[in-house]
């Protein structure tokens, strides 16, 4: 109910009449129901989540007043003027059928209002890092003489019999850990090769993210892990969020390494399992106590090598997941 | 390349100097090449892909021209005046950032074209179901004494082994078969007591989507299978889509268990697990051969049911999920 309030005093401040929440991550962010099919929660005087009959039976876990819609089109045919919109959420032909020519403004306050993580999402965010990590070492054991997607269905196995998944599990070995996003193959992983396994899980909607690589290039491996230990080192509150970036590839530059570095240095985590902030070179803003995010450089060469751990921010730099293995 | 030119010339017949292609599923489905992260396909007199560096090494697996961005927000920045979007796709902020002022027209002629499927599509969608089908039956007889969880993901790995998932499994047992979308639990199953399972496999992109209900009541089950049955002689080429809804619901409402089915009763599968057609009452247009579609009628009072099988239409219905036990 707090952050219903929050988000309902930033809407009266912005001189919105009435926000339409359409991303079920923030439904569930602000009300803590987690819409399975089409919802719609209204940010007004009287907040309203708007739910189909599917979801009738579980709307009563939130915290906010519902209708079951018959036809949700019908519901959002509204007549206030000034209105709110995730607008990186909503598509075009809503746009032009609910909001053309009235005056739009970005709901965005919510998944800034996301960022920061209480207790308690901290600690669904921890059980799911343990829980992957515990998968990690788990089929790190017995990877040799198995595919690549018996290595990855094993790995989510390990996760789902005890929680969710985040996301599929990534298992690259050999040369196909050159590609940052490879799926899951038929081929065998053989003894002594390089593999990259990304897993993560989810508790309680919210999620876990991390990446291991067993037997890579000892020189690149160190480089990686140099780079990272100086992104970590960056990640405290008060300062800026694309010194960690900064520092990462600074590192990777003077390995002759950065040109390999395919994609940012790491993301926020949290019910989404890439969210606000984005550790990148032109990211704006500080660090604030309570974010959660990875840092995760990758070199990708004719071999691949990807560390990715997740940091709580506070005055000094948390690693929630140095307890996984192998690290 | 077949493809690219019906959606050139789609884009050329509606005066569209640039149709700009962000979905992923339809990038595959014109180029093969499936991105994995940020890509847009400009359908223009010489199409071009544009692509993240972590995508390049993949690029080359599409039938067209394709550049690595640096920016993509550089290369979006088009001089075009009449230019083409998925408008069910794209978000307001990118409305806003690159088309705002402009004359732009909806690409949706290429889910119509992915409503139609060729035999490679087919064969693909046919090992997807023989997966799942599998998974279904290895899981079915070891239900006693599991936990939804446990079943969840042992369906899910029996699938990931072979291929990938098309979705979450969902394993829900007694009570909570009465609600549509539940998520598996850490409930166990009891001996004879209602199950229903709904999962579906991936291969090369395509996806399967079956469900079985196991141990249900004799008459609400007669009831479904005869509406399911009944939905499914009205999928032929030439025949209203909405008259397999039509159909569907008369049979429930014979029973009087019309109030208790709370979706539509079907919907296309392909590249996507939910695409065109949806199976609806308010659903326009007629049935063509090549569409692959699931009926899948499910009842929720105390406890649910719901049967869903994939047809192929062609002159006649085909169940391309015939084969799947326990039917």
């Given at each position: ?20 929440v ?7 962010y ?6 399975s099919s089409q919802?719609a929660l209204?940010?007004?005087?009287e907040?309203l989540?708007?739910?189909?009959k599917?979801?009738?039976?579980l709307?009563?876990a ?6 079951v819609?018959?036809?949700?089109e019908k ?12 607008k990186?959420?909503?598509?075009i ?6 909001l053309a020519g009235?005056?739009?403004q ?5 998944e800034?209002?996301r960022k920061?993580k209480?207790k ?5 965010i921890?059980k799911a890092i343990?829980i992957?990590?515990?998968?990690l ?5 017995a990877?040799e003489?198995?595919t690549?997607r018996?290595?990855?269905?094993m790995?989510e196995y390990a996760i789902?019999?005890?929680?969710g998944?985040?996301?599929?599990a990534m298992v690259?070995?050999?040369?196909n ?5 490879h ?10 090769e390089a ?11 919210y999620n ?8 890579s290039?000892?020189?690149t491996?160190g ?8 992104g970590i080192?960056?990640?405290?509150a008060?300062n ?6 900064s ?9 002759a390494?950065e040109?390999?570095f395919?994609?940012?240095?790491g ?5 989404e399992v890439h969210?606000?902030p ?7 803003g ?8 990875t840092?995760?450089?990758?070199i990708?060469?004719d071999?691949?090598?990807?560390v990715?751990?997740?940091i709580?921010i506070?005055k000094?730099p948390k690693i ?5 293995k192998?690290?």
């Open positions: 109910m707090r952050r219903l309030n929050v988000a309902l005093e930033h809407v009266k401040e912005r001189g919105i009449e009435c926000g339409i359409l991303k079920p991550e923030n439904i569930f602000l009300t803590g129901f987690f819409p919802a209204l940010l007004k005087q907040p989540l708007l739910v189909s599917m979801d009738a039976a709307a009563s939130g915290c906010v007043e519902f209708k819609f018959e036809k949700l519901e959002l045919k509204l007549k206030y003027k000034n209105v709110g919109i995730e990186k959420y909503a598509n032909k809503f746009y032009e059928k609910y009235k005056n739009i970005d709901l965005n306050f919510i800034e209002m920061i209480d308690e999402e901290i600690e669904k921890k343990k992957a990590g515990d998968a070492a788990e089929v790190a054991d990877l003489g198995k690549e018996e290595v990855a269905a790995a789902k019999k005890r929680a998944a985040a996301f599929e690259a070995s050999g040369k850990s050159s590609i940052p996003h799926m899951p193959s038929d081929k065998k992983i053989k003894p002594y593999v990259i396994i990304d897993i993560g899980a989810k508790v309680g909607y876990s993210d991390i990446s291991r690589t067993l037997n290039n000892p020189d491996y480089a990686v892990i140099e780079a990272q230990r100086a080192k960056e990640c405290y008060g800026e969020i694309s010194s960690a970036d520092a990462v590839r600074s590192v990777l530059r003077e390995y390494l040109e390999f395919l994609h940012s240095s993301h926020g985590v949290g019910i969210e606000a984005k550790i990148a070179k032109d990211t704006e500080k660090f604030e106590a309570g974010m959660v995010v840092i995760e450089p990758g990708y060469k071999f691949g090598v990807r990715e751990d997740m709580l506070g000094n929630l997941s140095k307890k996984v192998p690290c």
